[in-house]
């Protein structure tokens, strides 16, 4: 069987990256950038509380988490939801001993249905970021444009209504975009997002609709990959967020420029019973560190002045 001679048209293909948003550049060759109060690691915790729908919609693909099994799938649906009725508020508590104030990527669904978990993060001083409309709010080039901005204006409107304050940050399902993403999301006056992961460092993306920046938000060092994927314990989790950031600690003072590490996490990972106790442990090796600047990714972004 020959390959479909359509699969080698790629119209978008050109010398660097396909795309013309940024500029390469090397991260030991730019401007350092200089965290407040001289810290050198700035670290956005950054917690995605997501609602499932208990039947997928596969359009344009399953986002990663979703039911498994045949319909109705409530051993996936339900622990899922103890991300919401218990995990999270574990997840709060941590951060409240800590004396963290983080970014909480939720669904528009969560606002809608659970109208007193937004409010509890508003007042717990914590920043909203947008992350859809729920777990079948995917995006990806087969979406029509005007089904993406509809997706978008949704999902930012309802937050503002329920907590009277539009969000200044994105972070799209499973990280997907179209091509059109970036544009999109600059025109909905969005100011950052966190889906690209190639970097360590926010950068400032140019679209025809004005500038957004990219705060990356590895994924490799979340608790879904280290926990769920690779069936590592938290203890080792803990260990490794540790071993990360004496390095990059390292770095920066040998470059003299700031570096970052994000945090990303998961209610129904991190909030069951057998793992908080390592995490709140992680939290309180986190506050002794003196090089360290644990922030909202919006605050992250606005003092890196890109």
Do not use: C
């Amino acid at each position: 069987m020959t390959l479909d001679p359509r699969y080698l048209i790629y119209p978008r293909r050109a010398r660097g990256m396909d795309h013309d948003l940024y500029p390469w550049s090397n991260l030991f060759e730019r401007p350092p950038i200089a965290w407040p109060g001289g810290k050198t690691v700035a670290i956005p915790i950054v917690v995605s509380l997501e609602w499932f729908p208990i039947v997928p919609s596969d359009t344009p693909f399953r986002a990663t988490g979703h039911m498994q099994t045949a319909y109705p799938d409530y051993r996936h649906y339900t622990s899922r939801e103890y991300g919401t009725r218990v995990g999270f508020y574990r997840l709060l508590d941590a951060f409240a001993k800590a004396g963290f104030r983080v970014s909480v990527a939720t669904n528009a669904a969560i606002a809608e249905r659970y109208p007193s978990i937004v409010r509890d993060i508003v007042a717990a001083g914590h920043e909203i970021v947008a992350h859809s409309t729920d777990m079948n709010g995917t995006i990806a080039s087969g979406l029509p444009e005007a089904d993406e901005r509809a997706l978008i204006a949704t999902s930012l409107d309802t937050f503002e209504r329920v907590s009277g304050t539009r969000p200044r940050g994105w972070l799209s399902i499973a990280r997907s975009q179209s091509f059109a993403t970036p544009r999109l999301l600059a025109e909905a006056g969005v100011a950052y997002m966190l889906d690209w992961v190639n970097d360590e460092l926010p950068y400032a993306m140019a679209t025809p609709s004005g500038s957004i920046v990219n705060l990356p938000l590895n994924h490799e060092v979340s608790d879904r990959q280290i926990i769920t994927v690779q069936q590592q314990s938290a203890d080792s989790y803990a260990e490794q967020i540790l071993d990360a950031l004496a390095w990059l600690t390292t770095e920066a003072a040998r470059t003299g420029a700031g570096r970052m590490l994000p945090l990303h996490l998961t209610p129904y990972i991190m909030g069951l019973p057998y793992r908080i106790g390592a995490f709140e442990g992680l939290l309180e090796r986190l506050v002794a560190q003196r090089e360290a600047w644990i922030a909202p990714a919006g605050d992250i972004v606005e003092a890196a002045k890109i």
